[in-house]
């Protein structure tokens, strides 16, 4: 079991950055890491996803790709969003999740994921 806790969120001018950080309270290292999204009145979608162990295979939305970077650093259990070029549709709330089994597969998929964060706001304003 592990419980994570985003950070990172804030308001920001677009064509800004921000980076998010996922701490968890275990070792990551064998779990696949994803980060959603969820704005007002939409359903939660997928931003970006790195594969197990040393996190070899990265993927993105077509939305943020070129614009936003997934990375993890295992020694000290974290996941980082790197988010640049900010516009105001990524206005969210962005959640960090972990899935244990050994399959990368459906990574773009929520249910695949076992645990979740509860969630930092971005705002990006115009």
């Known amino acids: 079991q592990v419980q994570l806790v985003e950070s990172g969120g804030g308001l920001v001018q677009a064509g800004g950055s921000l980076t998010l950080s996922c701490a968890a309270s275990?070792?990551?290292?064998?779990?696949?890491m994803g980060w959603f999204r969820q704005a007002p009145g939409k359903e939660r979608e997928f931003v970006a996803y790195?594969?197990?162990?040393?996190?070899?295979?990265?993927y993105y939305a077509d939305s943020v790709k070129g614009r936003f970077t997934i990375s993890r650093d295992n020694a000290k259990s974290m996941v980082y969003l790197q988010m640049n070029n900010l516009k105001p549709e990524d206005t969210a709330i962005y959640y960090c999740?972990?899935?244990?089994?050994?399959?990368?597969?459906?990574?773009?998929?929520?249910?695949?994921?076992?645990?979740w964060g509860q969630g930092t706001q971005v705002t990006v304003s115009s």
């Open positions: 275990a070792r990551t290292f064998n779990y696949h």
């Open positions: 790195i594969s197990k162990w040393t996190g070899v295979s990265t």
């Open positions: 999740a972990a899935d244990a089994r050994d399959s990368g597969s459906y990574y773009w998929n929520l249910h695949k994921y076992g645990y």
